[in-house]
């Protein structure tokens, strides 16, 4: 099993910035892609950002240039710096871990708050 927690939503106003990070613990020997996906209300859970285990990104379109994503491997966390942020950029903020080979094994964090005020 893996246990999957982030931290560092909160509350920001329009342009300001926030960092998330996320860690795995528990059998993670083999992790391979980690990333995030957020989750507004009334809307499907999208694609933020994910890392692959060699360290290549990919950005959802909404967030590029924006949002950037890193990992520890040696420590089995994630991090998602978010600038210039936009009211549009609420949702509740998800972090993935995949363990193993494509397709892989997904687990999920609780989710963290990200709200940006006008």
């Known amino acids: 099993q893996v246990q999957v927690v982030e931290s560092g939503g909160g509350l920001v106003q329009a342009g300001g910035s926030l960092r998330l990070s996320c860690a795995a613990s528990?059998?993670?020997?083999?992790?391979?892609?980690m990333g995030w996906y957020r989750q507004a209300p009334e809307k499907q859970r999208e694609l933020v950002a994910t890392?692959?285990?060699?360290?290549?990104?990919n950005y959802g379109d909404s967030v590029k240039g924006r949002f950037t994503i890193s990992r520890d491997n040696a420590k089995n966390t994630v991090n998602l710096q978010m600038n210039s942020l936009k009211p549009e950029d609420t949702a509740v903020y998800y972090c993935k871990v995949v363990i193993g080979m494509w397709p892989g094994f997904n687990y999920w964090g609780q989710g963290t708050q990200v709200t940006v005020s006008s």
């Open positions: 528990g059998s993670t020997l083999s992790i391979n892609t």
């Open positions: 890392i692959s285990s060699g360290g290549s990104e």
